[in-house]
């Protein structure tokens, strides 16, 4: 099935989103307002009282002056002629006050009976003119949306909203350039091209996200890398035992003395024996890159430890003079399993290599304990002291295949030590050849692979 490719967004996908979004929060901020509007009239009377009243006082004004400029006698044809220009009832000396009107006219000139929306005068001589109702006036009023008030409030309105639209869309450009550039990079990753990188970021949002790709991409890189050299590298190393054995069954098959065919029967056993030591180190280091190893630490004493580890790898070597050197109770917390098959690849690495001596040593250093192993042989090339630690790296391909090996036990070694905690290096020993360091601190660490 064909993969899914991500479609890059051009310029009418960012104008149509910006739009979508745009609509979205200018719509949200006007129902903001209408809501806010609703509820002050609703749970608070008094604020569409007070509105009520400054839009009506212009009115009553008018009334009261025409009123005041007119005669007593006259009253009664003024109330019909304002009537007729207002466009709505005047009536003077209504029948019947409201309650509302007539507590409202205590102390004040006029006031307002909101049911029917009425305003009520006081005039000289005792008399009232009552205006309206205006209720469907206000109504019709409201509904004047061409008005050139309100024309005046709506291109305001609109020029407001085309202000804070280019605002915000030059801050959402930004973003959009951000996202757009990790898309394109996300696109690449897909299609596995691990060594493209993010642009730098414009924003400080997606800053981290930038740096969280790179470094991802870096690891994701690395691994990549080497498992492909690890790959080729364990073909590579299956590929001469697999071979010995095959040359060494068709020259046993072929063989007919009894004494040499037992001979190469012993070399066949041996061959196989690597294979599988290969093989079951090649899925410890797989089990511990996969993070499946747990540690089962315990309280160490270390110098019997250390003598029960190297006693069989003296019988093994007869040829080669070890030192023991232990300081006086060094204990330390750890997996003496895992950390003795570390140590056994650094002695074993030693007596391969060195020229017939290897010393070990155990000491407490501050809240550390510090283990060493060294040999008198040629020693390791300071530029080659951190590759040594890689799978499968050979510092002398010739002298590594003379002397058997392959080539992931200082890998183990360190992998094991990162999992305590601790550090493995090398440089350069007093004997003349190389000397191992693993330093292992006392409290177990909180992130092993740091």
């Not at 479609?7 to 149509?16: V, Y």
């Not at 035992?241 to 070399?267: C, K």
């Not at 061959?271 to 089962?296: H, K, P």
């Not at 951190?386 to 992931?408: I, W």
Request: overall charge neutral; glycine content about 8%; hydrophobic content about 45%.
């Amino acid at each position: 099935m064909p993969r899914k490719r991500f479609l890059l967004p051009g310029r009418f996908e960012q104008l149509r989103l910006f739009g979508r979004y745009y609509l979205r929060i200018v719509g949200s901020f006007f129902l903001l307002i209408i809501l806010i509007n609703g509820g002050l009239t609703r749970f608070f009377p008094e604020y569409e009282h007070g509105d009520l009243e400054r839009l009506l006082r212009g009115t009553v004004g008018l009334v009261r002056a025409e009123y005041l400029r007119t005669k007593a006698d006259d009253w009664p044809a003024l109330s019909a002629r304002l009537a007729r220009e207002f466009g709505y009832p005047i009536r003077l000396n209504p029948e019947k006050l409201p309650l509302s009107a007539r507590t409202g006219l205590i102390g004040r000139d006029w006031a307002i009976d909101e049911g029917e929306v009425t305003a009520y005068l006081k005039l000289p001589h005792g008399q009232t003119v009552q205006i309206g109702p205006l209720r469907e006036a206000l109504v019709l009023s409201k509904q004047r949306l061409l008005s050139p008030e309100k024309t005046a409030e709506l291109i305001a309105t609109l020029l407001l909203c085309i202000a804070f639209g280019l605002v915000l869309y030059r801050w959402y450009r930004e973003f959009w350039r951000d996202i757009v550039g990790l898309l394109a990079t996300a696109e690449k990753y897909a299609a596995g091209e691990f060594a493209a990188r993010p642009p730098p970021a414009e924003t400080k949002l997606f800053s981290p996200l930038t740096r969280g790709l790179k470094r991802m991409a870096s690891r994701i890189e690395t691994l990549m890398a080497s498992r492909q050299a690890m790959s080729q590298a364990l073909s590579h190393e299956l590929r001469t035992p697999i071979a010995r054995l095959r040359f060494g069954l068709e020259m046993y098959l072929d063989e007919d003395d009894a004494a040499e065919r037992e001979r190469q029967q012993a070399g066949l056993i041996a061959d196989l024996d690597e294979l599988e030591r290969l093989i079951e180190t090649s899925l410890t280091w797989a089990r511990i890159q996969r993070g499946d190893t747990r540690l089962a630490r315990a309280p160490l004493a270390i110098a019997p430890w250390l003598a029960e580890l190297v006693a069989p790898l003296e019988r093994a070597a007869p040829d080669t003079a070890f030192t023991l050197t232990v300081g006086d109770g060094v204990i330390a917390t750890v997996d003496p399993d895992q950390l003795g098959m570390a140590l056994r690849n650094l002695v074993t690495n030693a007596v391969k290599y060195g020229g017939g001596t290897v010393a070990i040593g155990a000491e407490r250093v501050g809240d550390a304990v510090r283990l060493s192993v060294e040999d008198d042989g040629p020693g390791i090339p300071e530029d080659a002291r951190e590759r040594v630690f890689e799978p499968f790296f050979r510092l002398d391909a010739s002298r590594t295949k003379s002397r058997g090996g392959y080539g992931l036990g200082l890998a183990l070694s360190r992998a094991v030590t990162r999992l305590h905690g601790g550090t493995l290096a090398v440089d350069t020993s007093p004997l003349g050849g190389a000397r191992f360091w693993i330093v292992l601190p006392d409290a177990e660490p909180t992130d092993p692979d740091a």
